[in-house]
């Protein structure tokens, strides 16, 4: 049987993979996405590797949704490191750029669900496709799950931040 995916299919999902990985590090050591550590500069451009090897990729033969949720991560990571330099927003920056990167890793994950139920296991995928109800299902999970660490992660860095100037 041949390999269901192409060279670069393979090539963009070992960058992907490598970027989630690198993504849940940063979350779970520094509970945030954060530029300034070696590792946030990894996620931040295996994301980018992952988003234009994307570009190659295209299963209806032109620009797709995979590719819009892309140019969003893009303009995404863009939001998240200007934020700081723009000024008049005050205190509401760190929560803007907390968002943002988060959104990023959000992103990452939407066409990667989609294909993974789509395509395993090989011999008999476990959904027709993304409008499939286990698709629709796992993605609105990941929704969830995306909203409440977004929220959690806002109120830790609030706490943090106000323990800081109290002391």
């Known amino acids: 049987m041949p390999h269901p995916i192409s ?8 960058v992907s993979v490598a970027a989630a990985l690198a993504g849940f590090y940063n979350l779970f050591r520094y ?34 949704i995979g590719h819009a949720l892309g140019i969003l991560a893009l303009l995404a990571i863009g939001g998240a490191m200007l934020a700081p330099k723009i000024g008049g927003i005050g205190r509401a920056t760190k929560y803007i750029s907390m968002f943002l990167f988060n959104l990023t890793f959000f992103l990452l994950f939407v066409p990667g669900i989609n294909e993974t139920l789509t395509r395993l296991p090989v011999s008999s ?31 830790w860095l609030y706490f943090k931040t106000r323990r800081s100037a109290i002391a």
């Open 125 to 155: 995928p476990l959904a027709a496709g993304p409008e499939s109800p286990l698709v629709r299902g796992v993605l609105a999970g990941w929704l969830v799950v995306f909203l409440v660490g977004t929220a959690l992660q806002g109120l």
């Open 31 to 64: 509970r945030r996405f954060t530029v300034s550590e070696h590792s946030g500069k990894v996620y931040l451009a295996l994301l980018v590797a992952s988003v234009l090897s994307s570009f190659g990729l295209s299963s209806t033969g032109g620009f797709n």
């Open 7 to 14: 060279e670069l299919g393979f090539l963009h999902t070992a």
